[in-house]
């Protein structure tokens, strides 16, 4: 999927350090590439939220569990990390998401049961830029 020149793609790997019973595994665990053509570079983005049951129950997931959707909405990706029921949604243009090296971004909102979850880190000045589609 392509935003202003630049690509983006699942691309799950769990670094081969660790296995899917070691906590590590979840925590380093990335979902999408994000490619720069002209520049020639490609950057593993997006860990797992903390929240997600992936990380939180304690259980040990087969990759095919944690395959992400993924889209995007104006400035806004839209992602869904396999059978975790939460819809996150990051600003692909905020200063706070560089992308840098292999640091996570912070969804802007979460999406859950039907409702936008509150998040401590949610800046409403973004709330307000959210596509119609989002807001309940």
């Not at 999927?1 to 070691?22: C, D, P, R, S």
Request: aromatic content about 10%; hydrophobic content about 40%; overall charge neutral.
């Amino acid at each position: 999927m392509k935003h202003n020149g630049i690509l983006f793609q699942k691309g799950l790997v769990a670094w081969g350090e660790y296995n899917k019973t070691q906590v590590e595994y979840y925590d380093q665990f990335q979902l999408l590439v994000k490619f720069d053509p002209e520049k020639g570079s490609a950057e593993r983005i997006i860990n797992l939220e903390e929240s997600s049951p992936f990380r939180s129950s304690g259980r040990s997931y087969e990759i095919s569990e944690m395959y992400p959707c993924f889209t995007i909405l104006d400035d806004k990706l839209l992602v869904i990390a396999g059978t975790d029921p939460h819809l996150n949604v990051y600003d692909i243009k905020s200063p706070t998401n560089s992308w840098i090296g292999n640091a996570s971004i912070i969804p802007i909102i979460r999406w859950v049961k039907g409702k936008i979850e509150q998040r401590p880190t949610l800046n409403p000045l973004l709330m307000m830029n959210l596509p119609a589609a989002l807001i309940p």
